[in-house]
């Protein structure tokens, strides 16, 4: 995928997810500046799913966001609008989403950033145990 995004440009591409699953686990993201975190959640289902997101900071400490994701639609997350920006540790996290309703979903974490002058994003498939 080709983008610009705010005035970043640049391409990502993913690998795509086999199957759905009630939990997927993201290693790394940030809400310092200049990077711009989101988590995009899919719910190709007939019924509409309550997705817990658990954000592990860096400083220890857990958040939590709740929210519901309507049947056969997509959820994009703005973490920054969650976490806040700053650079320390409480901006560092790893995450986890859960159906808690039992619905599969699908996620996928894109980050934009605009590094010293050289813009550009990535996203990965999370991890579904």
Same mark, same amino acid.
């Given at each position: 995928m080709y983008f610009d995004y705010?005035?970043?440009t640049g391409g990502s591409c993913t690998l795509r %997810?086999? &199957?759905?699953a009630t939990a997927w686990y993201f290693a790394e993201g940030n809400c310092r500046i200049p990077f !711009?975190?989101?988590?995009?959640?899919?719910?190709?289902?007939?019924?509409?799913a309550a997705v817990t997101i658990t954000y592990m900071q860096g400083n220890t400490q857990n958040s939590f966001q709740s929210f519901p994701?309507?049947?056969? %639609?997509? &959820?994009?997350?703005?973490?920054k609008g969650f976490l806040g920006v700053g650079n320390d540790e409480?901006? !560092?996290?790893?995450?986890?989403?859960?159906?808690i309703s039992g619905v599969s979903i699908i996620?996928?974490?894109?980050?934009?950033f605009?590094?010293?002058?050289?813009?550009?994003?990535?996203?990965?498939?999370?991890?579904?145990?």
């Open positions: 705010g005035g970043w %997810s086999i &199957v759905p !711009d975190p989101n988590i995009c959640i899919q719910n190709p289902e007939d019924t509409d994701v309507p049947r056969s %639609s997509r &959820v994009t997350v703005p973490v409480a901006h !560092d996290f790893s995450a986890l989403v859960e159906a996620c996928e974490r894109p980050m934009g605009d590094y010293s002058g050289w813009t550009g994003g990535h996203c990965v498939m999370g991890f579904a145990p």
